[in-house]
């Protein structure tokens, strides 16, 4: 099997995950609830989304939001915590999927912060620096990137929090031709 079926496999099955994931999140009696209603613990948005650009073209995916409250409706100390999950991909074979969350715990004494995120990128290589040879066709290439974040806070005064943060970055999957400049 070529690495770009094997790639493309991927991608499917990592796009039917997030779509999976948006299903299961977002049922369809919540879709497009765009007034609050603070009688609900959850509440969920989800939205279609489209646009335009010059370097990839038309774009389409979903985004979705549930926000929630982790204490009591009396701790008027907490704020409302939120997740965000978005799924795009477009007519240039670019895919995007992210899940954002930003968690209060009661009393806020503990907040977490989290995004996950996978890129799959084709672009173009032109060269680099104003002297890079005159290419008539510019040569293709593809990477994968995978982003994760964590960050737990604890307060440990009045508006003092400390806490510990973890980054994780790969770019992988880099495909390009062998007998180009790239």
């Not at 099955?13 to 919540?30: D, S």
């Not at 929630?68 to 978005?86: A, C, G, M, P, Y």
């Amino acid at each position: 099997m070529s690495d770009a079926i094997v790639l493309n496999l991927i991608n499917k099955q990592i796009l039917q995950f997030f779509a999976l994931l948006v299903f299961l999140l977002f049922p369809a009696r919540y879709s497009a609830q765009f007034i609050q209603d603070t009688s609900k613990k959850i509440q969920y948005l989800a939205v279609p989304v489209f646009f335009k650009t010059p370097e990839y073209g038309f774009a389409y995916g979903l985004s979705g939001s549930m926000s929630f409250n982790t204490s009591h409706k009396r701790d008027s100390l907490t704020r409302t915590s939120f997740i965000q999950v978005i799924g795009l991909n477009t007519t240039r074979k670019v895919n995007s999927e992210a899940i954002d969350a930003t968690i209060y715990f009661p009393k806020e004494k503990y907040v977490l912060l989290s995004t996950i995120s996978h890129n799959y990128f084709p672009d173009k290589f032109w060269g680099i620096g104003p002297k890079s040879p005159d290419l008539k066709v510019p040569e293709k290439y593809i990477y994968e990137h995978l982003y994760g974040l964590a960050h737990v806070k604890r307060r440990v005064s009045n508006r003092v929090f400390v806490g510990l943060l973890y980054e994780f970055q790969n770019v992988y999957r880099l495909l390009y031709p062998d007998s180009g400049i790239f």
